[in-house]
């Protein structure tokens, strides 16, 4: 299993950037899929970007361009860097932990997930 701790969220005024950051426990965090989610209220879960164990990168046309997936396997930890951050962007954000990155990618099968993180965007 794999244990996720989110952090980094926060309020931040439209334009401005974030980091955040994803702990993971277990010995095995280099060979998941890791990857981003938010939602929003009363919207549904969002695919935000996700990376292989190799570090490929993968985002949808919402936020490609202004947010960037890493991984530090040494560390068991990723990051979400989110840039010129819009009012829209404002939801909690999860981190997600897969066996494959097409698990991820169409949010089929079976995940791990964090707890989350508030990120609040004022226009």
């Known amino acids: 299993q794999v244990q996720l701790v989110e952090s980094g969220g926060g309020l931040v005024q439209a334009g401005g950037s974030l980091r955040l950051s994803c702990a993971a426990s277990?010995?095995?965090?280099?060979?998941?899929?890791m990857g981003w989610f938010r939602q929003a209220p009363g919207k549904e879960r969002e695919f935000v970007a996700a990376?292989?164990?190799?570090?490929?990168?993968y985002y949808p046309d919402s936020v490609k361009g202004r947010c960037t997936i890493s991984r530090d396997n040494a560390k068991n930890t990723v990051y979400l860097q989110m840039n010129s951050l819009k009012p829209e962007d404002t939801a909690v954000y999860y981190c997600a932990a897969a066996k494959t990155v097409q698990i991820i990618t169409t949010q089929s099968g079976e995940f791990y997930w964090g707890q989350g993180t508030q990120v609040t965007v004022s226009s």
């Open positions: 990376i292989t164990w190799g570090g490929y990168r």
């Open positions: 277990g010995r095995t965090f280099s060979s998941y899929a």
